[in-house]
């Protein structure tokens, strides 16, 4: 069965209950690296001028403590492997529809393809 690396495990440590609990989840049936939960000052000003990122600090959901988003690529990563994060999304979508738990993917915008992107929806 697949699990976390020690390193993905501190990543998600990082990120809300819910989004510890969806991937926990889904990390019993495909195998994922968590690349990032919460970003401080320093890494969101960095992801945001090489292009990583659309928003700069502290607007990104990467920003609060605990983590609102959480980026999640399958493993081993292969960047051109398109077909590999739409599996992906299926999954965490199913599994997040399962644990009742809504889920925003950054696959799905149309202006900025986030395609390892995860959010919780902004509470009013």
């Known amino acids: 069965m ?27 049936s495909v195998d994922i690296s968590i690349l990032c939960g919460h970003r401080g000052q320093a890494a969101q000003n960095f992801a945001f001028e090489t292009g990583n990122s659309q928003e700069d600090w502290p607007r990104s959901r990467h920003n609060s403590t605990p983590s609102e988003a959480v980026d999640v690529a399958p493993y ?31 696959g799905d915008w149309t202006s900025f393809k986030d395609r390892v992107h995860w959010q919780l929806p902004r509470v009013p």
Do not use: M
């Open 76 to 106: 081993p990563i292969d960047w051109a492997d398109i077909v590999g994060f739409q599996r992906l999304a299926v999954i965490v979508k199913t599994t997040a529809a399962r644990l009742g738990i809504k889920i925003q993917y950054g």
């Open 2 to 28: 697949p699990h976390f690396s020690t390193l993905s495990a501190e990543r998600l440590a990082t990120c809300h209950p819910d989004l510890q609990r969806l991937f926990n989840e889904v990390v019993k």
